[in-house]
Nanobody, 121 residues
Framework: QVQLVESGGGLVQAGGSLRLSCAAT????????MGWFRQAPGKEREFVAV???????YYADFVKGRFTVSRDNAKNTVYLQMNSLKPEDTAGYYC???????????????WGQGTQVTVSS
């Protein structure tokens, strides 16, 4: 069993930065792929980034060069550094843990409750 708790969301102006954190409990964190997803009102959830257990990373095209995913296995935490934020990045951001499937499209078994990111123009 893995429990995930996101934090770090908030209101920021366009061009600004935020760093999201996702703290995990459970013994499988270090062997899990950790993904970030987002969902805006009225839209489907979309993939943002993933970092594998051995620190291989993959990003959605719309965040390449702006967002960076990282993990600290000693702290059971995964991060999403978001720079050059745009109003269209406004969404609830969710982290997820999974170990099934294959890179980069893992199947995620555990999800956090999400943290809201709002980017004003």
């Amino acid at each position: 069993q893995v429990q995930l708790v996101e934090s770090g969301g908030g209101l920021v102006q366009a061009g600004g930065s935020l760093r999201l954190s996702c703290a995990a409990t459970g013994r499988t964190f270090s062997t899990s792929a950790m993904g970030w997803f987002r969902q805006a009102p009225g839209k489907e959830r979309e993939f943002v980034a993933v970092v594998t257990w051995n620190d291989v990373k993959y990003y959605a095209d719309f965040v390449k060069g702006r967002f960076t995913v990282s993990r600290d296995n000693a702290k059971n935490t995964v991060y999403l550094q978001m720079n050059s934020l745009k109003p269209e990045d406004t969404a609830g951001y969710y982290c997820a843990a999974g170990s099934r499937g294959g890179f980069p499209k893992y199947e995620y078994d555990y999800w956090g409750q999400g943290t809201q990111v709002t980017v004003s123009s």
